[in-house]
């Protein structure tokens, strides 16, 4: 099946600074989304991205479906902005099934 | 709802015991979707309903685990004769459409003692 990698697994980072994380898979896709997994557990919504770039406040993401890699990247960063980031994928032979990856656990310091 | 809920928010139980675990999508998302987050196997799929049927049940880690949807809305995992690998963190999410974005619930912290 499809394999999902995330990159960095961990990161720390002070307060303002800025950040990119990547997620890459290994087969083609028909969906990719981000998600933000709290302290309390909840995993919140930060991209559906199929293809091309997205912006949200401080976050963007980039998909580039061709070269199977997708980059979050969290701007001026804040202590709120702690917790572990997700990318799922649908493969194409399944397009209704996420396939996640380990995650990156980020730590925001003030 | 506003979003996806999900209860009970934990529930502790012996080893043999039968759970239910209760979900309650977006109202009028057509898409439903179990999975489980456990500390060994990260975050992996269960089992998926497009109205009240299941085209993959998949994902499910055993004949004690079955599924139901009544009415494409509430949905209920059942897990029979519980055990300790069966603890977890069970969530579901629904999609408006199979394919579109997911939501996810608050989860069901499960703990089998």
């Known amino acids: 099946g499809i394999q999902v990698e995330q990159s960095p697994p961990d990161l720390i980072l002070q307060e303002g600074a800025n950040s990119t994380l990547r997620c890459n898979f290994s087969?083609?896709?028909?969906?990719l989304q981000w998600f933000h997994q709290n302290p309390w557990g909840q995993l919140i919504n930060l991209f559906y991205i199929p293809s091309g770039t997205k912006q949200n406040g401080r976050l963007s993401a980039t998909t580039v479906a061709t070269e199977r890699y997708s980059l979050l990247y969290i701007s001026s960063s804040q202590t709120t902005d702690s917790g572990v980031y997700f990318c799922?994928?649908?493969?194409?032979?399944?397009?209704?099934?996420?396939?996640f990856g380990s995650g990156t656990r980020l730590l925001v310091r003030p | 709802g506003a979003g996806v809920s999900q209860s009970p928010s934990n529930k502790v139980t012996e080893k043999g015991k039968d759970v239910e675990l209760r979900c309650d999508p977006i109202s009028g998302h057509t898409a439903l979707y179990w999975y489980r987050q456990s500390l060994g196997q990260g975050l992996e799929f269960l089992i998926y309903?497009?109205?009240?049927?299941?085209?993959?049940k998949s994902g499910l880690p055993s004949d004690r685990f079955s599924a139901e949807r009544t009415g494409g809305s509430v949905s209920t995992l059942t897990i029979q004769r519980t055990q300790q690998e069966d603890s977890a963190v069970y969530l579901c999410?629904?999609?408006?459409?199979?394919?579109?974005?997911?939501?996810f619930g608050p989860g069901t912290r499960l703990t089998v003692l």
């Open positions: 309903f497009q109205g009240n049927s299941a085209p993959d």
């Open positions: 799922a994928v649908e493969p194409r032979d399944s397009s209704y099934k996420l396939i």
């Open positions: 087969d083609s896709v028909n969906n």
């Open positions: 999410a629904s999609s408006e459409l199979a394919g579109m974005g997911q939501f």
